[in-house]
């Protein structure tokens, strides 16, 4: 359900608008919204002074953001939100900053070296084993070659062109590599260094360039490539205890730092919703109807008769109040599910307990099968255990947990099992029907919920529109009856129901019909049309649901089809991962479907503006959407 919501006024003398302000932060029920223009008020203007605290609390609580960013986890503050030290904060933010970012440079460069040595590392194996090999060659000038895999047949050639040139006097190595190239080292006299270059431009082969930093040839960076190797994980592991120092020595203060700077600059920025004269202010909010109570005990007992409150009468409000949703325990983790969309309007119908029934059920139904809904459920309860209270994570454990509840007793009454394993095995049968064979059935199924969903949405539609829009909800009424007299004359067409009423519908529907036209006009026939075809889109439960079943037999199948048992078993496994996977998105998408468009499209009235109120921060609640649901 939504909330009832008040509008109160709170009133009091200027020097009091501060201390009104950190009380409503404290209470966190009060959603702040401006008071209405009137001659004698004037909104309320920040001072010089004040500006330029904003702008320093803003400045510092960058710095200190990106210094907890770079902290990564830093532990909880230590101490609540105290006085505010905000020149001492600013310099630790900004050192802490500055290690930071030397650190993260330092720890960039020597990625990127780990990196480029990591590219070298197979060329160093074959070019130490190939000096190893070829021993002391004083005088000599070495070159350092890799050929590509498509130029491995070009050696020959090259040898060749090489004795040539140098009469002999040349030396040639090479190893092959696990990438397919080959290493080659080149020991030619060093009179012919400018000879041997050329050839190898000739030939398009170029020589290893050396790193920067590492020296002027391969054979003499080598040692110290190797030393770099073993050299940065040290390094990178002193970065990490340094950064680790770091979030021990300054994480917890500059975690309180935050909470207090967020909190003072909501403050602020709380100030200019505010109306004043030159003696007074005025306050308006927003907060639960059952909170009012809380509210005046908290300015009675904090600043006494200094301010008080009054409860705006309706028809002043000026705006529609925020959204609060508040439902069973049983219902709650769903609107999760309807906070997707936008909030409902204030003083519309809430959905959620309406979705905690039918997704579910529609997920069960094209799911249906008791091994996949156990899965389903040691997952969901898995996630669960490991979430935080009350957050999104959890909500959408249990709600996978209700899925998972309606598709092991549709699996029972099924008697699905892993697809037909079970009938196999255990020879368990169905105890209602089986989807594979009962095509019609299953699809007059369908289409019953289907008729049952969209009737339902027509009749909230009339009781949410019947008194601001009374003309509207007597069409969606008419709508409603009309689709019932349409379904009862198609069963008694085909016999389902006596024949004789087939008659009396076809009147009741010429009768109806241009009653609909003069009260919804022109558009009524096609907004008939089209909310049977919505009707129909419901036959998606039926066409997943047995789409499930087959591609879980046909996994089965797998078993004795492969001709080896043991691969048989491990393409059946696969195929029922590939099915469960396709399990879990399909229902889920085509369920949320047929709810956001079929159904909520008969009565849902989007436009709601969320509940925020002035509280104060905190990491958890920056961490997900802000809550819908009342603290009253």
């Not at 130029?151 to 040539?164: F, K, N, S, T, V």
């Not at 004789?500 to 009741?508: E, K, N, R, S």
């Not at 199948?557 to 399909?586: D, T």
């Amino acid at each position: 359900m939504i909330v009832p919501m008040s509008r109160v006024r709170l009133l009091g003398p200027r020097e009091q608008l501060d201390p009104t302000i950190a009380l409503l932060q404290d209470l966190g029920l009060v959603h702040l919204a401006a008071p209405p223009d009137q001659p004698a008020l004037r909104p309320y203007q920040l001072s010089p002074a004040a500006l330029r605290r904003h702008r320093t609390l803003r400045r510092v609580l960058v710095d200190t953001e990106v210094a907890l960013a770079g902290l990564a986890n830093p532990p909880p503050p230590r101490t609540p939100a105290g006085p505010l030290t905000l020149p001492a904060w600013a310099r630790q933010a900004h050192r802490v900053r500055r290690e930071l970012a030397r650190l993260t440079e330092q720890e960039t460069a020597l990625g990127e070296e780990q990196a480029l040595l990591a590219r070298y590392h197979g060329f160093l194996d074959a070019f130490e084993a190939l000096l190893r090999a070829q021993g002391a060659a004083p005088g000599a000038m070495m070159f350092h070659v890799v050929l590509r895999a498509d130029q491995a047949g070009a050696i020959p050639q090259l040898r060749e062109a090489l004795d040539q040139l140098l009469q002999g006097s040349a030396a040639v190595f090479t190893q092959r590599l696990t990438t397919g190239e080959t290493a080659m080292l080149l020991l030619v006299p060093r009179s012919a260094a400018g000879q041997v270059e050329r050839l190898l431009a000739q030939s398009r082969v170029q020589e290893v360039p050396v790193p920067a930093g590492y020296g002027s040839s391969l054979s003499k960076a080598i040692p110290r490539m190797r030393e770099r190797e073993a050299r940065i994980p040290v390094e990178l592991g002193g970065i990490r205890r340094e950064r680790d120092r770091l979030r021990r020595q300054h994480g917890a203060e500059l975690a309180r730092a935050r909470a207090v700077l967020r909190d003072r600059l909501l403050q602020l920025e709380a100030l200019p919703l505010s109306r004043t004269t030159a003696h007074a202010f005025v306050l308006d909010g927003w907060l639960p109807t059952a909170a009012q109570n809380r509210l005046a005990h908290a300015l009675q007992d904090r600043l006494g008769t200094a301010v008080v409150t009054e409860t705006v009468a309706r028809e002043q409000w000026g705006a529609e109040a925020p959204v609060v949703l508040r439902n069973p325990r049983l219902f709650r983790p769903f609107e999760v599910l309807t906070a997707m969309l936008p909030l409902p309007r204030y003083g519309s119908l809430d959905p959620t307990p309406f979705v905690a029934v039918f997704f579910p059920m529609f997920f069960g139904l094209m799911l249906g099968d008791v091994g996949y809904g156990l899965v389903l459920a040691i997952l969901a309860l898995l996630v669960r255990a490991r979430a935080a209270p009350a957050s999104v994570r959890r909500a959408i454990a249990e709600v996978a947990g209700a899925g998972a509840a309606f598709a092991v007793v549709f699996g029972v009454l099924f008697g699905e099992y892993f697809g037909d394993l079970g009938r196999r095995v255990l020879d368990l049968h169905p105890l209602w029907m089986d989807r594979k064979e009962a095509v019609l059935p299953f699809l007059g199924l369908a289409v019953a919920l289907g008729l049952v969903h969209i009737l339902l949405g027509l009749v909230l539609g009339v009781l949410s529109t019947a008194r601001s829009h009374p003309r509207q909800a007597a069409g969606r009424g008419l709508s409603a009856v009309m689709i019932v007299l349409i379904v009862l004359a198609l069963l008694a067409a085909v016999e389902v129901l006596p024949h004789g009423l087939l008659t009396p519908m076809v009147i009741a529907l010429l009768v109806a019909f241009p009653i609909l036209v003069v009260v919804e006009g022109i558009i009524a026939p096609v907004e008939l049309l089209a909310t049977l075809g919505h009707v129909l889109s419901y036959t998606r439960i039926m066409a997943l649901g047995t789409a499930s079943v087959m591609l879980a037999i046909v996994a089965n199948q797998m078993v004795g089809a492969m001709g080896s048992v043991v691969v048989g078993v491990l393409f059946a496994l696969l195929f029922h991962l590939v099915n469960f996977a396709l399990g879990l998105f399909s229902p889920t998408i085509h369920a949320l479907r047929l709810h956001y468009v079929e159904f909520f499209g008969t009565f849902f009235s989007p436009g709601g503006e969320r509940y925020r109120p002035l509280a104060h921060w905190s990491p958890r609640l920056a961490a997900e959407p802000p809550p819908t649901r009342s603290p009253a």
